[in-house]
């Protein structure tokens, strides 16, 4: 059955939002010490539209990351519709305010961007506006196509010459 997509400004969540940041971060924090627990993805940026959903990046150190995969094993349902590796696992929780994702991420491996996507929007206002833009493209529309749309347009931001440059400027 097709899924279909719907976005509303962020501030609509922002306190609900607040909510399930803080108990994860919490949960996750007390668990595993070292992790870096950083509220990324839509609802973290002013001016989003957004599905609703709060996505939490947690950063560990690579020796740390069977450890930190097996703790979230406890709490959290793999997101088996996303790209597991030896650096990277996807998770998700239904069973709250809020639809969680989270994104255990090595520090340093090629899919601990998601902090820095997160600072770019912030830094550059009017790329929240054109990813609005492309988010009103979909809306009532299939979720499928829409995460497509959304895949291509985050490869052009992570390839692009601004991204890479803010990127260095950032470091780590």
């Not at 090595?106 to 833009?133: M, R, T």
């Amino acid at each position: 059955m097709k899924q279909i997509v719907h976005f509303k400004r962020e501030e609509v969540f922002r306190e609900r939002a607040a909510l399930v940041v803080a108990k994860h971060t919490e949960r996750i924090k007390n668990g595993l010490q070292n992790a870096c627990v950083i509220h990324v993805g839509s609802t973290a940026i002013e001016g989003s539209l957004t599905k609703g959903d709060v996505d939490l990046q947690v950063r560990i150190p690579i020796e740390e990351f069977d450890h930190a995969k097996s703790f979230l094993l406890k709490h959290y349902t793999i997101n088996t519709g996303s790209t597991q590796t030896s650096f990277f696992c996807a998770f998700e929780d239904e069973e709250d305010l809020l639809p969680l994702g989270l994104q255990l991420t090595a520090a340093g491996s090629e899919l601990d961007h998601f902090w820095k996507v997160k600072a770019y929007f912030v830094a550059y206002p009017c790329e929240v506006i054109q990813y609005n833009e492309l988010k009103l493209m979909f809306e009532g529309k299939d979720m499928e196509t829409y995460r497509h749309a959304k895949s291509l347009y985050m490869r052009r931001i992570l390839t692009s010459k601004e991204y890479r440059e803010f990127e260095k400027r950032l470091g780590e």
